[in-house]
């Protein structure tokens, strides 16, 4: 069981999940799975199957691909969100700059909180395309 009183501050500095309300704070963090990497791991890679959304809780990564880095993550952050709700391959890769915790929201996880309560699915729906359409206007600007 994951401890609520660490995680739930969190959830609620995430823009993704601020509107969310107590209980489906405690939703989510009973199904997610804490993670501590060292520096310099590589989470994923660009082209492996996203399965999971990723929330940094402490330490920092960066989000890169052939072209360089596309972004530097601080906790609070998160990434990985596309994978919940499309079957493609990451489009990027991610690698820890320091010592990291993560919050890791699995996709089949993810599927279950949506049929027990729509209102996340609706808000991480919105997300996913403002963060779709983010990625979009970078690819056809080159704008980071």
Sequence with gaps: MNDYNSIIP????????????????????????????????????????????YIIKTGSAKVFD??????????????GEMALFKDLPRN?????????????LKKEDFFKLIASDENIGRLLSEEYFLRESENKQRAEGGAA
Excluded: C
């Design 92 to 104: 990027a890769s991610v690698e820890t700059l320091e010592e990291t915790e993560v919050v890791i």
């Design 10 to 53: 969190l959830l609620q500095g995430v823009p993704l999940f601020r509107e969310l309300n107590e209980e489906e704070h405690k939703a989510i963090i009973d199904n997610i799975t804490m993670m501590y990497y060292p520096a310099q791991y590589r989470i994923f890679s660009k082209g492996d199957v996203g399965d999971a959304l």
């Design 66 to 79: 052939e072209q360089g880095e596309i972004a530097v993550l601080k906790p609070y952050e998160f990434f």
